[in-house]
Nanobody, 124 residues
Framework: QVQLVESGGGLVQAGGSLRLSCAVSGGSLSTYAMGWFRQAPGKDREFVASISRRSGRPYYSDSLKDRFTISRDNAENTVYLQMNSLKFEDTAVYYC?????????????????WGQGTQVTVSS
C-alpha cells in the first residue's frame, strides 16, 4: 500500500523560505504524477503545483509560480516543494498527493493517494 509522508513544515517569518518533502513508501514514485495542495482554515483545498511522472514537467498555480518550485527525485522516492518569499497568506496545511496520470494536473479529483499534511505558518 502506497503511503505519502510530508515533512518540512514549520513557522517562518514573512519573506523566508521553506522546503517541503514528500516521501513515498510502499511503491515507486515513478508510477505517479505528483501534486501539492494546500488548505487554509475555513477555505477549500487548493492546487499549488504538480509534476509529471517521469520527465519532471511542472505545472503551477498562476499565483504561485514565481515563488514556488516543485521537483522530484525518483531514485529517492521523494517530491519537493521549495517555497520562497513566503507571505502570511501562504499559511496553510500543505498536502502531497499522487495521481496515476502521466502528466501534471491541477484537478484535485485526479489524485487518489494523499499524505496527512504538514503545517506551514508564516508570521507577518
Amino acid at each position: 500500500q502506497v503511503q505519502l509522508v510530508e515533512s518540512g513544515g514549520g513557522l517562518v517569518q514573512a519573506g523566508g523560505s521553506l522546503r517541503l518533502s514528500c516521501a513515498v513508501s510502499g511503491g515507486s514514485l515513478s508510477t505517479y504524477a505528483m501534486g501539492w495542495f494546500r488548505q487554509a482554515p475555513g477555505k477549500d483545498r487548493e492546487f499549488v503545483a504538480s509534476i509529471s511522472r517521469r520527465s519532471g514537467r511542472p505545472y503551477y498555480s498562476d499565483s504561485l509560480k514565481d515563488r514556488f518550485t516543485i521537483s522530484r527525485d525518483n531514485a529517492e522516492n521523494t517530491v519537493y516543494l521549495q517555497m520562497n518569499s513566503l507571505k502570511f497568506e501562504d499559511t496553510a496545511v500543505y498536502y502531497c498527493a499522487a495521481s496515476p496520470l502521466l502528466g501534471p494536473s491541477p484537478d484535485i479529483k485526479e489524485y487518489d493517494i494523499w499524505g496527512q499534511g504538514t503545517q506551514v505558518t508564516v508570521s507577518s
